[in-house]
């Protein structure tokens, strides 16, 4: 006490090198960090803290933390102190963003104990000799035939860490349990206040009545417990259940105590191990869509490569493509580091490992190993996450020789990065312990999945340690963020619990899988290649996946299956093309963009000429993008806009996808390296892309970009208040000779033109349509109307909608009489449709460009703008491209199907649409040669006109129209102002 009150570093680190308790209290429950915290001496905080494990969370009897103390002095180091015990303190709150510091105290009002978890992975490219250093880290016999890794391995447990001798030793299965791990945490139990009205009296058969005092010291409570042999609550729910599940036992204060006295009274020497949990990553590409579940943010990463091939060597083991271990290195790197922060752990720890050292001479090694050090100092070094990465060391070694110098030396190395891990001796709440002893059992008993439902009843059985519903969340969510368990907290995913993650590597395994692994012949081998060539999986097809033997003990109800097939939904490992079949709402395919195997045909590449196309660019900041992530962003595109289908196949690609933005446009998203590029492409110009859909095509992607990466952050268990410009740099731009010509959005905005490296001048107005006002309705005052290039082009039906829109029946005769037509034209026009403005105009405007063109002159903008002009009206022209995207946030998968006949006849029996029909034909991208004929076909039949263009609409052959989902017919309601129809669609298919 005297030596932290004084500030007498040196005295403090004697004193606890020979053996002095550093949590010891004085009479007002003050320790040894309260007095350093106080005093404002980090130092000597830091000494207790990392050298002696003393407690941050610690409280006096007044109920203050050594954080609380310095806070209080607010002065001189004092706010060092602070931040570094706010530093310390707070791993478990970045978990939980609904937790603050006396929410925390709440949570440890029971104890604390000092957590030592630690994470060793294993990763890098196939046949390198990753498991054979698995099997020495866990001392099992080291394989000497190569086996493939399917997917991952995760060893629980198998590796531990005697924090005595700072070692790193194998562990036998089942060597370390909770309590084990409880009881070299130092726990300490406290006293539990007793609520109004409890009763105070001891329960008899209290053997631990006396505090025991031994090197790890437990302080049983003197308050009263429930004995540990009292009977198991019996489960009142009705849900199926395994039939191999045992109900686990119950844990209370006292039990606990009793079997952690039995423990200290065998004297095992577990006390002092440290498990850590080893993960092994199989090295086919098809795997990395799996891999981010198991990516933490703590614990370190042993990248390997092969020795003898060296970082730039092609590997044979990648067919499809070139792929090097310098590629390969980078890929994981990128995907580790992408969500990371820099803290002052430097966690997670990358390290490297070249294998079959025992090709080479002694000399050879050396030169080897200086060789590959450089290489890799130079790939990293520039890395903005360097720090992370350990490149000035490679371990050169024999991964099938456990007696290995160099095994042995980065096992020192690991053991190293662990001791410095802030998460180490992390303190933890001792409540949290029976429900972790539970799960342990659960997981021992071969229970891979449990409902919440079910968990938390188990949870009410332990008396005083039960926790709330709340509070039970927390831990769920702090287990899931260790990797121990999958709990997405999420609505329709949080009703389950994956307690063993292994069963969900399974899981995934059934059909994201490299081709070395599948059947040689039968209907999984047919699944899987089918697949593997188009991304469409059916769901029956997932399901006899998943019937296998291999797969039964997992799936054991229907319900189970369809918890996992809403949890690949929200990763993003499945996609739902569409979702609604008249009154079944579930999907009958899916689509899993990370197993599609083609590349997009140079065919749609060259089709993106540079007069039709718009290109938008985003730029990782920090890396380049994992293959994971732009998996997930392909499948959010395609819930908002419907894959385009060719010769009956959807237009889904390795890292790219091909979509139907509306019935003149396509979308085209592809990752490439460090960005990803989004097209579109107008079928004649891209000066006719509208500007209202390509700003909101940027907004939907830009949203779902930063969702997804604040995504990977919270798996990470961090709370991110980045914004989306903090994570990434835009860029727009076009298609010049066949390449992308980009300038930086920022730089666009400030610039008129631009000159690319070939000598070719731009102009931004077209591409800064990727960031249009949208609520602009009239031009700026130095507008000079049209380009040039769009003057030339013949309008087409849409065009002339919103001009009638613009110009209004006021305007209309004088601007029809300079286009060229007669009076008598515009008397007959309005003799037929005068109780229609819109019409009246829309008709008027097709008959000008009929008789244009049967004077084989070519309508086109520039007669439009003269004839503006003409009446003082030019600035109405820039309106044409304007159009109403403002349902966009509403096309998810469930509208993307085709509506039902059913709902065809509501609209027009119930009459909810109105007398729109040349303004509703357009919008449903029928020719007027359809509309007309509708029109001939049914006179003076409003109901039959509307249902007959509505038909056509639903079954239209025509070569360029796009598929008729129930999303198109809603825009083109709501474009028509058709409101009663709109909110009908809205309610029958659960649109908010």
Same mark, same amino acid.
């Given at each position: 006490?005297?030596?932290?009150?004084?500030?007498?570093?040196e005295i403090?680190?004697?004193l606890?090198?020979?053996g002095?308790?550093?949590?010891? &209290?004085?009479k007002?429950?003050?320790t040894?960090?309260?007095?350093?915290?106080r005093r404002g001496?980090?130092q000597?905080?830091?000494?207790l803290?990392?050298?002696g494990?003393a407690?941050p969370?610690?409280?006096?009897h007044?109920?203050?933390?050594?954080?609380?103390?310095a806070?209080?002095m607010?002065?001189?180091?004092?706010?060092?102190?602070m931040?570094?015990l706010q530093?310390?303190s707070d791993?478990?709150?970045?978990?939980?963003g609904?937790?603050?510091?006396n929410d925390f105290?709440?949570?440890v009002?029971?104890?604390?104990?000092?957590s030592?978890?630690?994470m060793?992975?294993?990763?890098?490219?196939c %046949?390198?000799?990753?498991?054979?250093?698995?099997?020495?880290?866990i001392g099992?016999?080291?394989?000497k035939?190569?086996?493939s890794t399917?997917?991952?391995?995760?060893h629980?447990g198998r590796?531990g860490?005697?924090?005595q001798?700072?070692?790193?030793i194998?562990?036998k299965k089942?060597s370390v349990?909770?309590?084990?791990?409880?009881?070299l945490?130092?726990?300490?139990?406290k006293?539990?206040?007793?609520?109004?009205?409890?009763?105070?009296?001891?329960l008899?058969?209290?053997?631990?009545s006396?505090?025991i005092?031994k090197?790890n010291?437990?302080n049983p409570?003197n308050t009263s417990?429930y004995p540990?042999?009292?009977?198991?609550? /019996?489960?009142?729910?009705n849900?199926? &259940?395994?039939?191999d599940?045992?109900?686990?036992?119950?844990?209370t204060?006292? /039990?606990?105590q009793?079997n952690l006295?039995?423990?200290?009274i065998?004297?095992? +020497?577990?006390m002092?191990i440290?498990?850590?949990d080893?993960?092994d990553f199989?090295?086919q590409?098809s $795997?990395?869509?799996?891999?981010?579940?198991f990516?933490?943010?703590?614990?370190?990463?042993?990248?390997?490569?092969?020795?003898?091939?060296?970082l730039?060597?092609?590997?044979?083991?990648?067919?499809?493509?070139d792929?090097?271990?310098?590629?390969?290195l980078?890929?994981?790197?990128?995907?580790? *580091?992408?969500?990371?922060n820099k803290?002052?752990?430097?966690?997670?720890?990358i390290l490297?490992?070249a294998?079959?050292?025992? /090709?080479?001479?002694?000399?050879e090694k050396?030169i080897l190993?200086?060789?590959? %050090?450089?290489?890799?100092?130079?790939m990293?070094?520039?890395?903005?996450?360097?720090?992370h990465?350990? !490149?000035?060391t490679?371990?050169?070694m024999?991964?099938t020789?456990?007696a290995?110098?160099?095994?042995?030396?980065?096992?020192?190395?690991?053991?190293?990065?662990?001791?410095?891990q802030s998460?180490?001796?992390q303190q933890?709440?001792?409540?949290?312990?029976?429900l972790? #002893?539970?799960?342990?059992?659960?997981?021992?008993d071969?229970?891979k999945?449990?409902?919440?439902?079910?968990?938390?009843?188990?949870?009410?059985?332990?008396?005083e340690l039960?926790l709330?519903e709340?509070?039970?969340?927390? $831990?769920?969510l702090?287990q899931h963020?260790?990797g121990k368990?999958?709990?997405?907290?999420e609505?329709?995913? /949080?009703d389950?619990?994956?307690i063993?993650?292994?069963a969900?590597?399974?899981?995934l395994?059934?059909?994201?899988?490299?081709?070395?692994?599948?059947?040689?012949k039968?209907p999984v081998?047919?699944i899987?290649? %089918?697949?593997?060539?188009?991304?469409v *999986?059916?769901?029956?097809?997932?399901?006899t996946?998943?019937?296998?033997?291999?797969?039964?003990?997992?799936?054991t109800?229907?319900r &189970?299956k369809?918890?996992i097939?809403q949890?690949? *939904?929200?990763? @993003?490992i499945?996609?739902?093309?569409k979702?609604?079949?008249?009154?079944n709402?579930a999907? @009958?395919?899916?689509l899993v963009?990370?197993?599609?195997?083609?590349r997009i045909?140079q065919?749609?590449?060259?089709n993106?000429?540079?007069?039709?196309? #718009?290109?938008i660019?985003?730029?990782?900041?920090e890396?380049v993008v994992?293959s994971?992530?732009s998996?997930?962003?392909i499948?959010a595109?395609?819930?908002?806009?419907p894959l385009?289908v060719?010769?009956?196949r959807?237009?889904?690609?390795?890292q790219?996808?091909?979509?139907d933005?509306d019935?003149?446009?396509?979308?085209q998203i592809?990752?490439e390296g460090?960005r990803?590029?989004?097209?579109?492409?107008?079928?004649v110009s891209?000066? #006719?892309?509208?500007?209202?859909?390509?700003?909101?095509?940027?907004?939907c992607?830009t949203?779902?970009l930063?969702?997804?990466?604040q995504?990977?952050?919270?798996?990470?268990?961090k709370q991110?208040h980045?914004l989306t410009?903090?994570m990434?740099?835009?860029?727009v731009?076009?298609?010049?000779?066949g390449k992308?010509?980009?300038?930086p959005l920022s730089?666009?905005?400030?610039k008129?033109?631009?000159?690319c490296?070939?000598?070719k001048i731009h102009?931004?107005?077209c591409?800064?349509?990727w960031?249009?006002?949208?609520?602009?309705k009239?031009?700026?005052s130095n507008?000079?109307?049209?380009?040039?290039?769009?003057?030339?082009l013949r309008?087409?039906?849409?065009?002339?909608?919103?001009?009638?829109?613009?110009l209004?029946?006021?305007d209309f005769? %004088?601007?029809?009489?300079?286009?060229?037509?007669?009076?008598?034209?515009?008397?007959?026009?309005?003799f037929?449709?005068f109780?229609?403005?819109?019409e009246?105009?829309?008709m008027?405007?097709?008959?000008?460009r009929d008789?244009?063109?049967?004077?084989q002159?070519t309508?086109?903008?520039r007669? *439009?703008?003269?004839? #503006?002009?003409?009446?003082e009206r030019?600035? !109405?022209l820039?309106?044409?491209h304007?159009?109403?995207h403002?349902?966009i946030e509403k096309?998810? +998968?469930?509208?993307?199907?085709?509506p039902?006949?059913d709902v065809i006849n509501?609209?027009?029996e119930?009459k909810?649409?109105?007398d729109?029909?040349?303004?509703?034909?357009v919008?449903l991208?029928?020719?007027?040669?359809?509309i007309k004929?509708t029109m001939?076909?049914f006179?003076?039949?409003?109901?039959?006109?509307?249902?007959?263009?509505l038909?056509?609409w639903?079954?239209c052959?025509?070569?360029k129209s796009v598929?008729?989902?129930?999303?198109?017919?809603?825009?083109?309601l709501?474009?028509?102002?058709?409101?009663?129809?709109l909110?009908?669609l809205?309610?029958?298919?659960?649109?908010d």
């Amino acid at each position: 006490m005297w030596s932290a009150e004084s500030g007498q570093l040196e005295i403090t680190r004697l004193l606890l090198n020979s053996g002095c308790e550093p949590d010891i &209290t004085a009479k007002d429950g003050d320790t040894a960090l309260h007095w350093a915290a106080r005093r404002g001496y980090l130092q000597t905080t830091r000494c207790l803290v990392e050298q002696g494990g003393a407690s941050p969370l610690v409280i006096t009897h007044e109920g203050q933390t050594p954080y609380d103390l310095a806070a209080e002095m607010k002065k001189g180091d004092y706010k060092e102190v602070m931040e570094y015990l706010q530093e310390i303190s707070d791993p478990i709150l970045t978990k939980l963003g609904q937790l603050n510091r006396n929410d925390f105290k709440e949570l440890v009002a029971l104890g604390t104990f000092a957590s030592y978890e630690n994470m060793v992975y294993l990763a890098g490219p196939c %046949n390198i000799g990753k498991s054979s250093l698995a099997s020495i880290l866990i001392g099992e016999e080291i394989p000497k035939t190569w086996f493939s890794t399917d997917g991952l391995i995760i060893h629980f447990g198998r590796n531990g860490i005697d924090l005595q001798q700072r070692k790193m030793i194998p562990l036998k299965k089942g060597s370390v349990d909770v309590l084990a791990k409880l009881l070299l945490g130092n726990p300490e139990f406290k006293k539990q206040p007793s609520l109004p009205g409890e009763s105070k009296e001891k329960l008899s058969g209290d053997p631990n009545s006396k505090v025991i005092t031994k090197e790890n010291q437990l302080n049983p409570p003197n308050t009263s417990l429930y004995p540990s042999n009292q009977e198991h609550m /019996s489960p009142k729910s009705n849900q199926e &259940t395994p039939k191999d599940f045992k109900e686990p036992p119950i844990h209370t204060a006292h /039990s606990i105590q009793d079997n952690l006295l039995e423990k200290i009274i065998k004297g095992t +020497n577990i006390m002092h191990i440290a498990p850590s949990d080893l993960i092994d990553f199989g090295g086919q590409k098809s $795997f990395d869509m799996t891999h981010q579940l198991f990516i933490q943010h703590r614990g370190t990463f042993i990248l390997m490569f092969d020795g003898r091939k060296g970082l730039d060597t092609e590997l044979e083991e990648y067919p499809q493509e070139d792929v090097t271990a310098a590629s390969v290195l980078e890929h994981w790197i990128n995907s580790v *580091l992408t969500y990371c922060n820099k803290t002052e752990d430097k966690m997670p720890r990358i390290l490297f490992a070249a294998t079959h050292s025992d /090709s080479f001479s002694e000399d050879e090694k050396k030169i080897l190993a200086l060789k590959f %050090n450089e290489e890799l100092r130079e790939m990293f070094s520039t890395h903005k996450l360097h720090d992370h990465i350990m !490149y000035d060391t490679v371990f050169f070694m024999n991964a099938t020789d456990a007696a290995d110098p160099e095994v042995e030396r980065m096992k020192d190395t690991l053991v190293d990065i662990a001791f410095k891990q802030s998460t180490w001796g992390q303190q933890m709440p001792i409540v949290w312990v029976p429900l972790d #002893l539970q799960i342990s059992d659960m997981r021992a008993d071969g229970v891979k999945l449990i409902t919440k439902e079910r968990l938390l009843q188990i949870n009410k059985s332990n008396n005083e340690l039960a926790l709330n519903e709340r509070r039970v969340d927390d $831990f769920l969510l702090v287990q899931h963020s260790i990797g121990k368990l999958l709990y997405f907290d999420e609505p329709a995913l /949080s009703d389950f619990i994956v307690i063993q993650p292994t069963a969900m590597v399974n899981i995934l395994r059934a059909f994201i899988t490299d081709i070395m692994f599948w059947p040689e012949k039968g209907p999984v081998r047919d699944i899987l290649e %089918n697949l593997s060539s188009t991304g469409v *999986l059916k769901k029956t097809d997932l399901f006899t996946l998943w019937s296998q033997p291999a797969f039964k003990d997992i799936f054991t109800d229907v319900r &189970t299956k369809e918890y996992i097939v809403q949890v690949l *939904l929200h990763l @993003d490992i499945l996609v739902e093309p569409k979702r609604y079949t008249e009154m079944n709402a579930a999907a @009958d395919l899916f689509l899993v963009p990370c197993m599609v195997k083609e590349r997009i045909p140079q065919k749609l590449h060259r089709n993106a000429t540079d007069e039709r196309i #718009l290109c938008i660019s985003y730029h990782l900041k920090e890396t380049v993008v994992p293959s994971a992530l732009s998996f997930k962003l392909i499948g959010a595109a395609i819930s908002i806009w419907p894959l385009k289908v060719e010769n009956s196949r959807f237009c889904l690609y390795f890292q790219a996808a091909i979509m139907d933005a509306d019935k003149r446009n396509e979308l085209q998203i592809h990752v490439e390296g460090q960005r990803i590029f989004a097209y579109l492409i107008n079928d004649v110009s891209k000066q #006719l892309i509208s500007p209202d859909l390509a700003t909101t095509t940027q907004e939907c992607l830009t949203l779902a970009l930063g969702r997804i990466l604040q995504f990977y952050r919270r798996c990470f268990g961090k709370q991110s208040h980045h914004l989306t410009s903090d994570m990434f740099e835009i860029e727009v731009g076009e298609i010049c000779n066949g390449k992308r010509c980009l300038i930086p959005l920022s730089d666009a905005k400030t610039k008129a033109q631009w000159s690319c490296k070939n000598g070719k001048i731009h102009e931004t107005k077209c591409p800064l349509n990727w960031v249009f006002e949208k609520n602009k309705k009239h031009c700026d005052s130095n507008c000079k109307g049209l380009e040039t290039e769009i003057l030339v082009l013949r309008p087409d039906d849409q065009h002339f909608v919103q001009l009638a829109k613009t110009l209004g029946i006021g305007d209309f005769y %004088n601007f029809f009489i300079e286009l060229g037509m007669e009076k008598a034209d515009y008397d007959n026009l309005n003799f037929r449709y005068f109780s229609n403005p819109m019409e009246f105009m829309l008709m008027g405007l097709f008959e000008w460009r009929d008789k244009t063109e049967s004077d084989q002159m070519t309508a086109t903008f520039r007669k *439009l703008q003269t004839a #503006l002009k003409a009446i003082e009206r030019q600035h !109405y022209l820039c309106q044409v491209h304007r159009e109403d995207h403002t349902l966009i946030e509403k096309a998810h +998968n469930s509208l993307q199907d085709v509506p039902s006949d059913d709902v065809i006849n509501s609209l027009t029996e119930q009459k909810l649409i109105g007398d729109c029909i040349v303004h509703l034909g357009v919008e449903l991208a029928l020719s007027i040669g359809n509309i007309k004929e509708t029109m001939h076909n049914f006179p003076r039949d409003l109901n039959g006109q509307i249902h007959d263009l509505l038909t056509k609409w639903k079954n239209c052959k025509e070569t360029k129209s796009v598929k008729p989902t129930i999303y198109r017919l809603m825009v083109a309601l709501k474009r028509v102002k058709a409101a009663q129809g709109l909110n009908f669609l809205k309610k029958t298919y659960g649109v908010d």
